[in-house]
C-alpha cells in the first residue's frame, strides 16, 4: 500500500473540498439523482441560498461527510451540469501522484541496492506498480519499471515527464475501453 503524505492528504481533501463547491452550484433538479445520499442532497440545497463565510463553513461541514463516500457519481454529476474541467483536474492529481510514488520507490530500491552491494535492474519488483495496475489494469509493468530506473538511475527530468505522458495515455485508453 502507498503511504500517503500530510500534504498529499490536505490535497485530496482541498479535491473533495471544490467538488463540495460546485456541487453546490448545481441545479436542484439535478441534485435529485442523488438517490442514496438524501442527507446530503438536503444540505447541498440549503448551502446553494447561503453567502459568505457561512456558506464556506457548510461547504467544509460538507466536505468531512462526502470524503468517505464513493465520489465518482459525485464528479460524473459535476461534469455533466457544470462542466469536466474538475474531473480532469482530479485525474491529473492522480496521475501525478503515482508518478511521484512510483519514482520515490524507485529511488528508494536504488538506495537500498546500492547499501547492499546488490545488483538492481530494470524489471525491478514495485508495490506502486501493482497498485496502479488495480486501477489501470492496461498499464505495461515493463515500461514503468524501465521508465522509474532510469530516472532514478540519471535524474533526467525527461524520464519523469515520459512516465507521466505514459501514464495519461494508459489512462485515456482506459477511458475508452470503459464507455
Known amino acids: 500500500m502507498i503511504l500517503i503524505s500530510r500534504s498529499e ?32 442532497r438536503e444540505l447541498l440545497l ?3 441560498h447561503l453567502e459568505g463565510s457561512v456558506r ?28 469536466k474541467a474538475l474531473t480532469a483536474k482530479k485525474q491529473q492529481h492522480s496521475l501525478e501522484f503515482f508518478r511521484d510514488s512510483l519514482i520515490n520507490e524507485a ?17 525491478w519488483e514495485s508495490e506502486v506498480i501493482d497498485e496502479l495496475r488495480q486501477h489501470l489494469p492496461e498499464v505495461e509493468v515493463m515500461t514503468l519499471s524501465r521508465l ?6 540519471t535524474r533526467n527530468p525527461r524520464y519523469s515527464r515520459e512516465l507521466f505522458r505514459y501514464l495519461k495515455s494508459v489512462q485515456e485508453l482506459h477511458q475508452r475501453n470503459s464507455r
Open 107 to 123: 529511488l528508494e530500491m536504488q538506495q537500498y541496492c546500492r547499501e547492499n552491494g546488490e545488483i538492481w535492474g530494470e524489471d
Open 56 to 83: 464556506q463553513r457548510q461547504i467544509k461541514y460538507l466536505t468531512k461527510l462526502i470524503a468517505p463516500l464513493p465520489l465518482e457519481p459525485l464528479y460524473a454529476l459535476v461534469s455533466q451540469y457544470r462542466g
Open 9 to 40: 492528504q490536505k490535497r485530496r481533501v482541498k479535491e473533495v473540498e471544490h467538488l463540495v463547491a460546485e456541487l453546490v452550484k448545481v441545479p436542484p433538479q439535478a441534485l435529485a439523482q442523488l438517490t442514496e445520499m438524501d442527507e446530503v
Open 46 to 48: 440549503e448551502t446553494a
Open 148 to 153: 522509474s530506473y532510469l530516472f532514478s538511475r
